[in-house]
């Protein structure tokens, strides 16, 4: 018995900000973020993002947990469905509104539908797939009529000026240094939630997605950490965790603990290569036909990236043309684990997908190096 994807909800938080804008809602940080802000936006290629802070006031107009929840009442009423049909919701995030309790239950108490399984999961882009796979797994197994599976990000306070702060013995509020690692991220991510509908059967009337194969695969035996929050990456590449830190909460902060940070070496290094390898390895165990993926929807951080990892799997007999590749990161902006989701949700609503077409999904985390690759074949 197959499982579908049925119903997608998006939700993206007030205006879009375009690049000259950034700056006026995250502050400034540091004299040379100028330069490196026209540098990492001329090679990432996107034009608009979304964030959860009014940029009048700076005030946070959203937690994630009411991001996730307005991604799905927007499928709720897509679908016609009422919130106490759902049977599981799975949520993946790397930014939760707090430790404990899990993101899922926030969700579940905010949302307010009937008593229901929920299941959180942590980590970065690939969250969202694991909360998928399990939605997917337990409709398969019996236990769910109607899973939800999210993808939310709340990226921007961890990106305010504000986060860098700290005080010095005299009272006076100052920035912390922060490399490249950090600035770099400040132009990169965005905030949003997507979710999605999973079902045992296809819903009479319209356009299905069935799920033929999902696959996830960690390398985090063969490569060290690339992005990390909570932790500070020693000389030897190993991390070290903010509850490891004896020197108090000014000292945490000021050694940047709570930087949102990525090792640019490490991701250059390896992430096209070890992400050509899992993907192409996937389609090829698949035996998938190239001529019926009539989309492949890569999660792209950068259009940096875009043409390296296309040439990677054209080198390993990978053969779906740029022209077939959709994303819409230039004005959606990198959403994270909701990027997927939001994704389908536009790809489904274009009118562009027809019965039969074959949809190819990639996404690749570069926390620690995990990645996931799914099949779906439209149905009506």
């Keep these: 018995m197959p499982a579908y994807i049925t119903r997608f909800g998006t939700f993206l938080p007030n205006a879009p900000v375009p690049n000259q804008k950034i700056e006026q809602v995250l502050g400034v940080v540091g004299r040379a973020s100028e330069t490196v802000r026209d540098t990492i936006l001329e090679r990432n290629g996107i034009k608009w993002r979304y964030y959860a802070i009014d940029p009048e006031t700076g005030a946070q107009t959203h937690t994630n947990t009411e991001l996730t929840v307005a991604a799905i009442q927007q499928l709720l009423d897509s679908a016609g469905m009422a919130k106490d049909e759902i049977d599981l919701i799975a949520c993946g995030t790397s930014s939760p509104d707090q430790i404990i309790p899990g993101h899922a239950a926030m969700v579940h108490g905010l949302l307010k539908n009937a008593p229901c399984e929920v299941a959180s999961f942590a980590g970065v882009c690939c969250s969202s797939m694991n909360a998928l796979r399990y939605a997917v797994n337990s409709v398969l197994a019996g236990s769910a009529k109607r899973a939800i599976a999210t993808g939310s990000e709340l990226a921007s306070l961890s990106l305010h000026s504000s986060q ?21 991220l400040r132009f990169m991510l965005s905030d949003g939630a997507g ?17 033929e194969w999902l696959e996830m695969k960690s390398f985090a035996n063969e490569l060290e950490t690339c992005m990390y929050f909570g932790a ?89 043309p740029l022209d077939r590749w959709f994303t819409n990161l230039r004005y959606k902006g990198n959403t994270g684990s909701a990027s997927i989701y939001i994704m389908l949700d536009e790809l489904y609503q274009s009118g562009n997908l027809q019965p039969g077409q074959q949809v190819l999904c990639v996404v690749p985390e570069s926390s620690r190096f995990t990645f996931a690759c799914m099949l779906l074949t439209v149905v009506e």
């Design 195 to 211: 979710a999605a509908l999973v079902e045992p059967a296809p819903r009479p009337g319209n356009l299905n997605l069935r799920i």
């Design 164 to 184: 860098y702060e700290h005080r010095t013995e005299n009272g006076v509020t100052t920035h912390a240094y922060i490399g490249f690692s950090q600035k770099f």
């Design 232 to 320: 500070v990456k020693e000389p030897d590449g190993s991390l070290k965790g903010y509850r490891s830190e004896r020197g108090g909460i000014e000292e945490t902060i000021k050694r940047g603990y709570f930087n949102l940070s990525q090792d640019v070496k490490v991701l250059g290094e390896h992430i096209v290569k070890v992400a050509g390898r899992f993907f192409v390895d996937c389609v090829k165990r698949h035996e998938v036909d190239y001529e019926r993926v009539a989309f492949l929807l890569p999660h792209l951080s950068s259009y940096f990236f875009q043409q390296p990892i296309f040439e990677q799997m054209q080198l390993d007999g990978f053969r779906v």
